[in-house]
């Protein structure tokens, strides 16, 4: 399996991170994609997945960006810095990301957020890497802006807890669906009927580790090893076994960040 969207370098995986990877390894996790947040962690990230060790299991890779609930923090320079960041990263810089729009936060600078969202946009464009997309209380808008600048190595929707049309039009945009700890609560309906429906090729697994813990584990850290979970509870809802989506959503995540087993 492939956890698309884990912040190991967060606490606490960066009090042990060789104890984590050998849970994440047994547990059958093979790589793990870390997004950014911001310029405070590109290097950090950088570090950890190109000195890594080609041996070494799950294999970590990265993506940079600047994202929307940071926006505060973001400056035009960062913008630049980011540039120059993409044009000397390494072979495990991945995507763009993470990146996007978040609404959700009190005052938050719409117009702010969507002219660092379509810059980056450019960005992933102009080093053809796709995008990792944030999004919280602006659907309509940031369908907007993949419209105003489509990813042409395509992206994913982190953590989609949508509906049917909407997972629709991310698909017809080209936007892969992140499947997370949401669908272990009974209570989605919505996001579990809808994951149910799609289209297998459309899928990624992920866990946002130490964030979005999974049912029954409330009030805990997340961590890579339960994608396995999700997998399981992806199972349930599908007609799939639980063999069968961990080979179809690696597959996916592969093709989309160009993983070494796929190129």
């Known amino acids: 399996m492939i956890d698309s969207h884990c912040h190991f370098d967060f606490a606490p995986f960066s009090q042990a991170p060789a104890a984590y990877l050998r849970d994440a390894q047994r547990a059958g996790v093979s790589d793990i994609v870390i997004p950014s947040v911001g310029e405070k962690n590109w290097q950090r990230i950088q570090v950890m997945c190109e000195q890594q060790s080609p041996e070494t299991q799950p294999a970590l890779y990265y993506a ?8 505060a923090e973001h400056t035009p320079a960062t913008l630049s810095r980011l540039e120059q960041a993409l044009a000397q990263a390494g072979p495990r810089c991945v995507a763009v990301g993470e990146c996007g729009l978040d ?29 990792i997309l944030h999004c919280r209380k602006a659907f309509p808008e940031i369908v907007t802006c993949l419209k105003s600048c489509p990813p042409i190595r395509g992206g994913i929707y982190h953590a989609f807890s949508g509906s049917l049309q909407q997972a629709h ?6 936007i892969k669906i992140g499947v997370g700890g949401t669908i272990t609560y009974r209570r989605a309906n919505k996001t579990r009927t809808t994951i149910a429906q799609l289209p297998l090729d459309a899928l ?9 813990p999974l049912a ?26 639980a063999a069968d989506l961990s ?5 996916n995540a592969c093709e989309l960040f160009a993983l070494p087993s796929q190129k």
């Open 169 to 174: 039009q991310l698909l017809d945009l080209g």
């Open 64 to 71: 940079l960006g600047m994202h929307p609930f940071f926006a």
């Open 204 to 212: 990624l697994l992920e866990t946002d580790a130490p964030d979005m």
């Open 216 to 241: 029954g584990f409330q009030g805990e850290p997340n961590r890579p090893d339960r994608v396995a979970l999700v997998c399981e509870a992806l199972a349930e809802l599908r007609s799939e076994s």
């Open 103 to 131: 609404f959700a936060i009190a005052d938050a600078d719409r117009a702010q957020q969507i002219e660092w969202l379509s810059a980056q946009l450019s960005l992933a464009n102009q080093f053809n890497l796709p995008v």
């Open 247 to 251: 080979r179809a959503t690696s597959k």
